[in-house]
């Protein structure tokens, strides 16, 4: 008998509302690695925005870029950067229609330009200050994922134009942009096929858009109490809000603690 393995989000998962990891989530997670349950997280963000949340609770096994980048005890066990043809076109619509975009790798990320409104609040919601600039960046580098910074009524003109990439809205003025058909069940199902761990062993937890894959995907998917409508539909069980014990709620429920 295999044990469990657990993918958590990051962010109105093992992140509060102001970016600071629970006491009772921490405790619950050691707990958890105590009993040899495997604990791996599951993100949007790039391996280096993360680097901290990993360190404080020494957890060595992640998917990042929403599946595009995937470590298995600290080994990289599969990765999938965007199509540069596909960024370039891409990047040179945004240009035309005023609107910037942020490249990212695993290691560090690049602004197509300075001190626009829509990357400072964007990131600044993640407590990330202003990238450096270099809009040749995804030219010399493998980009995993990139940012565009439009609203929503703007969005209608990239959507279903671009072959190869698909589109996440997760702030109002960000969309994430992925090769078409990533995901993080797509990251968790090349973790599972690398690492000899079984599907009807996952567990996973999550509130955003971007979770709704995973959710579908894991043997056992948990929508946080916070979690956007459209995750909770897809979940096999809800549990509390984040800012309620709501990771170590779920645990219980799910029977992964007692």
Not at 50 to 73: A, M, P, T, W
Not at 183 to 200: M, N, V, Y
Not at 207 to 221: C, H, P, S, V, Y
Not at 227 to 243: G, I, R, S
Request: charge should be negative; glycine fraction near 8%.
């Amino acid at each position: 008998m295999t044990k469990p393995i657990v993918f958590l989000d990051i962010d109105g998962t093992i992140l509060d509302y102001d970016k600071n990891i629970p006491n009772t989530s921490k405790k619950s997670i050691q707990q958890l690695k105590d009993k040899g349950i495997h604990v791996a997280i599951a993100t949007g963000r790039a391996p280096f925005m993360f680097e901290h949340i990993r360190k404080e609770l020494d957890i060595h096994s992640f998917v990042s870029f929403n599946g595009q980048y995937v470590v298995f005890e600290d080994e990289v066990v599969y990765q999938n950067p965007l199509p540069k043809a596909k960024i370039e076109q891409l990047y040179t619509q945004a240009l035309q229609s005023g609107h910037p975009m942020v490249f990212l790798n695993d290691m560090g990320m690049r602004a197509s330009e300075a001190n626009h409104s829509h990357i400072s609040e964007s990131l600044g919601s993640l407590k990330f200050e202003y990238p450096e600039i270099d809009p040749e960046f995804y030219k010399n580098q493998n980009i995993h994922q990139a940012l565009l910074f439009c609203t929503t009524h703007e969005e209608p003109q990239y959507l279903g134009g671009h072959d190869q990439l698909d589109f996440i809205r997760w702030h109002q003025y960000s969309m994430d942009v992925l090769p078409l058909g990533g995901s993080k069940a797509i990251g968790i199902e090349k973790f599972i096929e690398r690492t000899g761990l079984k599907k009807e062993d996952t567990y996973a937890f999550g509130d955003g858009l971007n979770d709704k894959e995973m959710i579908q995907f894991a043997n056992t998917g948990v929508a946080m109490g916070n979690a956007q409508p459209e995750v909770k539909e897809l979940a096999d069980v809800v549990t509390k809000n984040v800012e309620e014990d709501g990771l170590t709620h779920g645990f219980r429920m799910v029977g992964l603690l007692e």
